[in-house]
């Protein structure tokens, strides 16, 4: 796995392609970065869910929550750059939704919430480019309340060796052009957050051949 961009590097390059990032990130991924967010948010939140939307970019992922959640629930938007949450800021206004949201900047490595504080949390796309993924993944089990689920959503090694040799050689080229590959990497969580007692609920591959996303939904037991 590739080395994670130092943070401020990171925010800035965030911050630098957040008008663009929502057509960016579709082309890049053949549109399947959606159906990922489909999938993760329909198996994991719930009516009158306080759902915690960690690395929320510009929101698509936290819209799709707040249908269901309805007005009894509660979001939050939690992400390192200012620029993801002002556009995020700006849909949310004009879907007449922004009054129902909390919008936060912070790291994800750290996050500023109590244990056991949320219903579902989740996070699309945005372990991938941490430089400790397992470690955002455990501060995303540590604030979920016992009972609830974490919906996730990252790119994942293709599992064929062939492939797998030609994406590292795709991400090296596409690497050296930090605005379009905005840090992301392939990444492995759900060991670590298994060794933490989660348990695996959802669990499904998709994505294009060279960028698999693993998609999947683990609680954390009463
Ligand atoms: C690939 S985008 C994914 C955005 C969104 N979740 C989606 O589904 O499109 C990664 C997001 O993670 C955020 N991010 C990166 N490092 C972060 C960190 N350490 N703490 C919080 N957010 C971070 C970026 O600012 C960016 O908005």
Not at 113 to 138: E, H, I, K, M, Q
Not at 144 to 159: F, V
Request: contains cysteine.
């Amino acid at each position: 796995m590739k080395e994670g961009l130092e943070t401020h590097y990171l925010e800035s390059i965030y911050n630098h392609v957040a008008h663009r990032y929502d057509l960016q990130h579709a082309w890049l991924t053949a549109g399947s970065d959606e159906r990922g967010r489909h999938m993760v948010v329909n198996h994991s939140v719930r009516p009158g869910d306080h759902v915690l939307d960690c690395g929320s970019g510009t929101g698509s992922t936290a819209f799709l929550a707040s249908n269901i959640i309805g007005p009894e629930g509660k979001l939050t938007l939690f992400d390192l750059s200012d620029g993801m949450l002002n556009v995020a800021r700006e849909k949310a206004k004009s879907m007449g939704v922004d009054k129902r949201i909390i919008f936060q900047t912070g790291d994800m490595i750290n996050l500023p919430f109590a244990d056991n504080t949320f219903d579902t949390v989740l996070s699309t796309y945005s372990l991938c480019p941490l430089f400790d993924p397992a470690r955002g993944a455990l501060e995303l089990y540590r604030v979920l309340k016992p009972g609830g689920q974490a919906g996730i959503a990252h790119s994942a090694a293709p599992s064929n060796p062939i492939l797998n040799w030609l994406a590292d050689r795709v991400e090296d080229l596409v690497w050296l052009f930090p605005n379009i590959s905005i840090g992301c990497r392939a990444v492995s969580v759900l060991p670590n957050l298994q060794q933490a007692g989660a348990k695996l609920k959802y669990h499904r591959k998709i994505g294009v051949p060279l960028w698999p996303f693993e998609v999947f939904v683990v609680e954390k037991p009463e």
